[in-house]
Nanobody, 122 residues
Framework: QLQASGGGSVQAGGSLRLSCAAS????????MGWFRQAPGKEREFVAG????????YYTESVKGRFSISRDNGKNTVSLQMNRLKPEDTAVYYC?????????????????WGQGTLVTVSS
């Protein structure tokens, strides 16, 4: 029900825009988040946006570089990633929470996309 796209390979300093399209139901009342998992590491919260789209949250390492947005009319959420660094390399997942507010806990999210790979080379 969530389809992530937009991953790819870029050089450090480059940009990518990830998109997540929902189908089968509306997630307008749910917080949406992006998580990532690098090889050998646990999945971590990257960014989240409240159900209304009014408030965004970011993990410290991406603040000022990443921007999350959503279009409830189109049932989509996006993650604009600028000034990418090699340490941003990971599989990125979009997810829909069971609540309207953003949490950093993966267990709060009950719908997950399939993941899209982002590779940043130095």
């Amino acid at each position: 029900q969530l389809q992530a796209s937009g991953g790819g390979s870029v050089q450090a300093g480059g940009s990518l825009r990830l998109s997540c399209a929902a189908s089968g139901r509306s997630f307008s009342g749910s917080a949406m988040g992006w998580f990532r998992q690098a090889p050998g590491k646990e999945r971590e919260f990257v960014a989240g946006i409240t159900g209304s789209g009014g408030t965004n949250y970011y993990t410290e390492s991406v603040k000022g570089r990443f921007s999350i947005s959503r279009d409830n009319g189109k049932n989509t959420v996006s993650l604009q990633m600028n000034r990418l660094k090699p340490e941003d390399t990971a599989v990125y997942y979009c997810a829909a929470a069971s609540v309207w507010f953003v949490t950093r806990l993966a267990d709060t999210y009950n719908f997950w996309g399939q993941g899209t790979l982002v590779t940043v080379s130095s």
